[in-house]
């Protein structure tokens, strides 16, 4: 069992950056390929950002490419996303996501999930 805690959502305006934050508890965080979706007002919720298990890889959805930057802390059991150049359509409830499958691309990959935090981006 793995249990994910989101912070560092809020609200910036475009063109601006946040931090957001994942702790991790329960065993084994090293094994699991680690990752971000967003679930933006009345869309699915979709895939952001996936690092492997060890950091060596990552993969972005194209659009996020080149403003987002996700990284993970083994020894501490965090993983962060760095995010860039925001535009409003960033605007979404950002979840925390685990998973065994990799890479983690699908929301059927996902094994577990954290409880989501909002980031609002104004025009």
């Known amino acids: 069992q793995v249990q994910l805690v989101e912070s560092g959502g809020g609200l910036v305006q475009a063109g601006g950056s946040l931090r957001l934050s994942c702790a991790a508890s329960?065993?084994?965080?090293?094994?699991?390929?680690m990752g971000w979706f967003r679930r933006a007002p009345g869309k699915e919720r979709e895939f952001v950002v996936g690092?492997?298990?060890?950091?060596?890889?990552?993969y972005y959805a194209d659009s996020v490419k080149g403003r987002f930057t996700i990284s993970r802390d083994n020894a501490k059991n965090t993983v962060h996303l760095q995010m860039n150049s925001l535009k409003p359509e960033d605007t979404a409830v950002y979840y925390c996501a685990a998973s065994l499958t990799t890479p983690m691309r699908r929301v059927r990959d996902v094994n577990y999930w954290g409880q989501g935090t909002q980031v609002t981006v104004s025009s």
């Open positions: 690092v492997s298990s060890s950091g060596a890889y990552t």
């Open positions: 329960g065993r084994t965080f090293g094994g699991y390929e």
